[in-house]
T-cell receptor, first 116, second 114 residues
Framework: DQQVKQNSPSLSVQEGRISILNCDYT??????FLWYKKYPAEGPTFLIS?????DKNEDGRFTVFLNKSAKHLSLHIVPSQPGDSAVYFC???????????????FGTGTRLQVTL | ETGVTQTPRHLVMGMTNKKSLKCEQH?????MYWYKQSAKKPLELMFV???????ENNSVPSRFSPECPNSSHLFLHLHTLQPEDSALYLC?????????????FGSGTRLTVV
């Protein structure tokens, strides 16, 4: 049972345009969501996150939107650049940070290709 | 370099071999994780260590044996693996109560079982 789903395995966007990556989740206990970016032969790197008390978080060219009622989040990259070409993973965690090790559940990833 | 170092980067082993994967971080993080990434699958959590105590074993077969001698080092001992265990094994670390909850991942060990 996949609790975090990224239904688009790949996405191709022209340089300068907006990239929109989508993620759906099923577990109502998730209250914190993250996006990671992964280049080939490297581990995933943290990109941006959002708490369930917000519906939007912005960091430069990256904005994450959260729709709790739809259990849906999206990552917007604008403008897209060739260096953004990578695999993007959506991740989620339940509960509050109680001091115990947090446990992230990841999606399958979306491969973004930004073309010239 | 992210601050989490995994060795070796690549490993080819036979089904009867015994090998170990190593992960090291000097970021002051107290939680360490092993994840498995197989093609077209989500990253699968294998083990969680918090202050060098194992707090999670996600139904991982006993042919994978983790070891965490201290908060900076994590090992994954492998023995009698199967070809379907071929995957990218990722180590991550995290500091509890860190606001953004982001893990720091290593570059992974690409394991091939022949």
């Amino acid at each position: 049972d996949q609790q975090v789903k990224q239904n688009s395995p790949s996405l191709s966007v022209q340089e300068g345009r907006i990239s929109i990556l989508n993620c759906d989740y099923t577990n109502s206990m998730f209250d914190y969501f993250l996006w990671y970016k992964k280049y080939p032969a490297e581990g995933p790197t943290f990109l941006i996150s959002i708490s369930s008390i917000k519906d939007k978080n912005e960091d430069g060219r990256f904005t994450v939107f959260l729709n709790k009622s739809a259990k849906h989040l999206s990552l917007h990259i604008v403008p897209s650049q060739p260096g953004d070409s990578a695999v993007y993973f959506c991740a989620a965690k339940p509960g509050v940070n109680t001091g115990t090790a947090s446990k992230l559940t990841f999606g399958t990833g979306t491969r973004l290709q930004v073309t010239l | 370099e992210t601050g989490v170092t995994q060795t070796p980067r690549h490993l080819v082993m036979g089904m009867t071999n015994k090998k170990s994967l190593k992960c090291e971080q000097h970021l002051g993080h107290n939680a360490m994780y092993w994840y498995k990434q197989s093609a077209k699958k989500p990253l699968e959590l294998m083990f969680v260590y918090n202050f060098k105590e194992q707090t999670e074993n996600n139904s991982v077969p006993s042919r994978f044996s983790p070891e965490c001698p201290n908060s900076s080092h994590l090992f994954l001992h492998l023995h009698t693996l199967q070809p379907e265990d071929s995957a990218l094994y990722l180590c991550a670390s995290h500091k509890n109560r860190e606001t953004n909850y982001g893990y720091t991942f290593g570059s992974g060990t690409r394991l091939t079982v022949v």
